[in-house]
């Protein structure tokens, strides 16, 4: 089952776990997710446990007992726990309905975050083969796939695809200059008070980046595997179970977080491939209500991600396609046209349009121009001086900058020194950051930040082969980029071509109500220890807000409101109605 984040992925081994007789046993490669899952679900009156490392001799008997006794409807192990010879006895002595194998993609070489450990889960089907089985993931290319099914045994099963589109996130890839300072933009003026996840590449830059954020005002969060364990449990859960928080991590951070009201996902730095980008954005808006994913980015995270690809030690097969996956990402950063469409295309799903309306290409259209003469340029002062320079030093040449390395070289002396002025700097930055990504340049794995020429350049220095260059867009706020937008109350933006279901209207007295709201669910959640939308998801609280139930039947046709959380809460959330009515 492929299926977009939030898109449901969980029902569908939920329902047939609690359909069928036996317990249904869920491969799970996070203990965040786990305990958020077992959470809401013994919320809902599910029987649901977990089997991990966080368990005390004592508490993991209790839970073994339980499933030989068929107390259980679900059971979340670890891979690792679930391939010792004592859980597979377990397992073998129990009745089973089914096993699920979440984040499937783990299990391939070429999924954006393979795990070694998911490779022994082909014992599955040959320990249990009267137990279904069912390997479900949100982002999986057609390798991944192939890959999933041959190591998990799934040749002949039907395979589940949904639409990987999520209309109400929108899309913006902008053009990294001062990238702190543009998120700290971004946030304040769309996103304040939300609650957001900033990616970042190195533990470092997420101490420095949330400390920043912080320094402005904005409640953040550090999030990375160096940290001291009980501090970033800390900061996990004060994510999870408070409003307004923003989270800055590195990519490890996030897989089984199931906090809906995400509103944006921020990249400072390139990810490794259109897979990740998309697993990462996805992170955002699982509640469904409008949210962003931003993303700045430069010529020096290409030659980063090339240069960890090339110094890998990873099979020549592998970098051959974590190259191609690269250069998909960056496709995808440089189109001019609808990224919905070109991140859609990817994944084999035709779009059907050609604008989505919810992107910033769509929003505020780029200029294409005809580059091919500073192209030929460009590439002509690569060779000219060895192929060995940076695109700083290159820069320099270009526009005649009589700098104390370049004299130091001679490259004051060579004809392509000054022949570049017509454009500036940052022009020429954009110009280079192109040529890479068309393929035309590309880093050199030997030297640092040098780059040098590849085969497709011979035609344009020939004139064989024309380029056609995007005109970088103005940096801002949407007033500002003249993306003309309705503001909604989460703080994200929409195009007004935009589904009409995302746009959002407070009405007299919803505002206060859902105040009133929020501030109950999280006493219950603090009560019962559990993150907030376990108790109520922030759709179910404007839902509530919106029709103003006087009755439990009415109450109960609220989306989110069951029968274990009318039992549970109806009285109380009546009575807040009520209140805020008289």
Same mark, same amino acid.
């Given at each position: 089952m492929l299926m977009p984040t939030g898109g449901g992925k969980s029902l569908c081994y939920q329902l047939p776990a609690l359909l069928r007789e036996g317990c249904g046993i869920v491969v799970s490669p996070l203990i965040a997710l786990m305990r958020d899952q077992v959470a809401g679900l013994l919320d809902s009156g599910v029987k649901a446990a977990v089997l991990n490392s966080t368990l005390s001799w004592k508490e993991s008997s209790a839970v073994e007992q339980s499933l030989l006794s068929g107390d259980l409807d679900l059971l979340y192990i670890a891979p690792e726990r679930l391939l010792t010879p004592r859980c597979l006895d377990l397992l073998s002595r129990a009745r089973l309905a089914l096993f699920a194998i979440d984040e499937a993609h783990c299990v391939s070489q070429w999924g954006h975050d393979f795990r070694p450990e998911y490779m022994g889960l082909s014992v599955l089907a040959e320990r249990f083969p009267n137990v279904p089985r069912i390997a479900l993931t949100a982002t999986a290319d057609e390798l991944t796939r192939s890959e999933i099914v041959t190591r998990l045994n799934l040749d002949g099963a039907p395979r589940f695809i949904a639409s990987f589109d999520r209309p109400n996130i929108r899309y913006e890839i902008i053009e990294k200059q001062n990238a702190r300072s543009q998120l700290q933009v971004f946030i304040t003026e769309r996103h304040a008070g939300d609650a957001g996840i900033v990616y970042c590449l190195s533990r470092a830059k997420v101490d420095d980046t949330a400390a920043s954020l912080a320094k402005a005002g904005i409640d953040a969060l550090a999030y990375h595997a160096g940290m001291d364990a009980s501090v970033r449990a800390l900061n996990q859960d004060r994510f999870i179970n408070e409003d307004g928080v923003v989270i800055v991590a590195t990519v490890a951070f996030g897989m089984g977080i199931d906090k809906p009201d995400v509103r944006f996902v921020a990249h400072l730095d390139l990810p490794k491939s259109i897979e990740a980008y998309y697993q990462e954005t996805g992170r955002a808006g699982r509640d469904g209500k409008p949210a962003d994913a931003w993303m700045t980015y430069g010529l020096a995270d290409i030659v980063q991600q090339r240069r960890m690809i090339d110094q890998s030690?990873?099979?020549?097969?592998?970098?051959?396609?974590?190259?191609?996956?690269?250069?998909?990402?960056?496709?995808?950063?440089?189109?001019?046209?609808?990224?919905?469409?070109?991140? !859609?295309?990817?994944?084999? %799903? @035709? /779009? #059907? =349009?050609? &604008?989505?309306?919810?992107?910033?290409?769509?929003?505020?259209?780029?200029?294409?121009?005809?580059?091919?003469?500073?192209?030929?340029?460009?590439?002509?002062?690569?060779?000219?001086?060895?192929?060995?320079?940076?695109?700083?030093?290159?820069?320099?040449?270009?526009?005649?900058?009589?700098?104390?390395?370049?004299?130091?070289?001679?490259?004051?002396?060579?004809?392509?020194?000054?022949?570049?002025?017509?454009?500036?700097?940052?022009?020429?930055?954009?110009?280079?950051?192109?040529?890479?990504?068309?393929?035309? !340049?590309?880093?050199?794995? %030997? @030297? /640092? #930040? =040098?780059? &040098?020429?590849?085969?497709?350049?011979?035609?344009?220095?020939?004139?064989?082969?024309?380029?056609?260059?995007?005109?970088?867009?103005?940096?801002?706020?949407?007033?500002?980029?003249?993306?003309?937008?309705?503001?909604?109350?989460?703080?994200?933006?929409?195009?007004?071509?935009?589904?009409?279901a995302f746009h959002k209207y407070d009405k007299n007295g919803e505002a206060n109500l859902i105040s009133v709201l929020r501030h109950w669910r999280t006493g219950m959640a603090r009560k019962h220890n559990v993150p907030a939308y376990v108790v109520l998801h922030d759709a179910t609280l404007e839902g509530i807000a919106s029709s103003r139930p006087q009755t439990h039947g009415q109450l109960r046709a609220v989306t989110g409101i069951g029968d274990k959380k009318l039992e549970r809460y109806g009285d109380a959330l009546l009575s807040l109605v009520r209140s805020e009515a008289g």
């Open positions: 030690t990873g099979a020549d097969e592998f970098k051959r396609v974590s190259v191609r996956k690269l250069d998909a990402l960056v496709g995808l950063c440089e189109t001019a046209g609808c990224r919905r469409g070109r991140l !859609l295309d990817y994944f084999g %799903e @035709a /779009f #059907g =349009a050609p &604008k989505c309306g919810n992107c910033d290409n769509c929003l505020s259209p780029p200029r294409v121009w005809d580059g091919t003469i500073v192209a030929q340029k460009a590439l002509s002062c690569v060779y000219r001086t060895g192929q060995r320079f940076g695109a700083l030093h290159l820069i320099d040449v270009l526009m005649g900058h009589s700098t104390e390395r370049v004299a130091q070289f001679g490259h004051d002396q060579l004809s392509v020194f000054g022949v570049g002025t017509e454009l500036d700097e940052k022009r020429w930055r954009t110009v280079v950051r192109q040529l890479v990504s068309l393929g035309h !340049l590309q880093p050199d794995s %030997e @030297a /640092f #930040g =040098a780059l &040098k020429l590849s085969l497709s350049a011979r035609s344009v220095l020939k004139g064989d082969s024309k380029v056609m260059l995007r005109e970088q867009t103005a940096t801002g706020s949407p007033r500002k980029r003249g993306i003309k937008a309705k503001t909604v109350r989460s703080g994200a933006a929409l195009s007004p071509d935009a589904p009409a």
